[in-house]
């Protein structure tokens, strides 16, 4: 875990900066993903790692800085995106109007909205009706992350005991205003336990978990298309070809 990290760790600083960063694991069913993700006692993945990052690094520029960070977390579900926060428990509502200069359009979960997958004004790729939430520490955010991913769907089959069944995706902003100059600056971080590829046939799934199963493929097989055109440098990427 330590070497996986140490991997990665600086794209916590670039996040910080103001830039975009996007971690996930891939592979087949069984792999390890989810253990690579998200560890154990004592053995912590790249998340509660990149989750003590975040929170060291902005402990080091407080005295140049105020920092708002806020946490969402989602799942896509077959071809579905649900919000792991809504119901998950006590929710926080909006920031204080002390921060309120730092962080647009915060949202609390009153109620359940379809979410959709949208670019703003400035162009950034936004999850709407997705519930934010504000952490002021590393801890606030690893029990966000924690209440998250006890809504996950899991379940059973021939190849994993605990196979996951979706995408589990922690969304992390971090939004910094330097206190001398005023300028503002807005970064995330992405972490993604992706659900595994799998055949059909070793994993003995029926009913509505074939389902699943083929949906997951689908969305592996896109992003895969993705990073192909990524790589190649092509003119057109297919982001569109799946959620």
């Known amino acids: 875990q330590d070497e996986v990290f140490d991997d990665c760790k ?36 790249t998340t509660p790692r990149t989750i003590m990052e975040i929170f060291r690094v902005i402990d080091l520029g407080r005295d140049r800085f105020d920092f708002v960070v806020t946490g969402s977390i989602l799942e896509l579900y077959r071809n579905d995106l649900v919000d792991l926060l809504h119901n998950s428990g006590d929710t926080k509502k909006k920031q204080d109007r002390s921060s309120s200069i730092l962080v647009d359009n915060l949202t609390c979960g009153d109620t359940k909205k379809k979410l959709n997958i ?33 809504q996950r769907t ?41 659900a595994g590829s799998e055949r059909l046939k070793k994993s003995q799934v029926e009913a509505h ?8 493929n689908k969305s592996l097989s896109a992003l895969g298309d993705v990073i192909e055109a ?13 959620k």
Do not use: W
């Not at 087949?28 to 998200?38: D, F, N, V, W």
């Not at 004004?121 to 709407?128: D, L, Q, R």
């Open 230 to 242: 990524l790589t190649k440098g092509s003119s057109s990427i297919p982001y569109r070809n799946h």
């Open 118 to 150: 949208r670019q703003d004004k400035s162009g950034s790729i936004i999850v709407e009706n997705l519930i934010e939430e504000q952490c002021s520490s590393a801890d606030e955010l690893m029990q966000l992350l924690e209440r998250g991913n006890a």
């Open 10 to 45: 600086d794209l916590v600083q670039s996040a910080i900066d103001g830039y975009n960063v996007t971690m996930f694991a891939y592979g087949q069913t069984g792999a390890g993903k989810t253990y690579t993700m998200y560890g154990s006692p004592g053995h912590e993945g």
């Open 154 to 194: 899991v379940a059973a089959t021939a190849m994993n005991s605990e196979s996951s069944r979706s995408h589990l995706v922690l969304i992390v902003k971090v939004v910094s205003v330097n206190k001398v100059t005023g300028a503002r600056r807005q970064g995330k971080i992405i972490t993604v336990d992706l």
């Open 209 to 216: 978990m074939q389902r699943e199963a083929i949906e997951i």
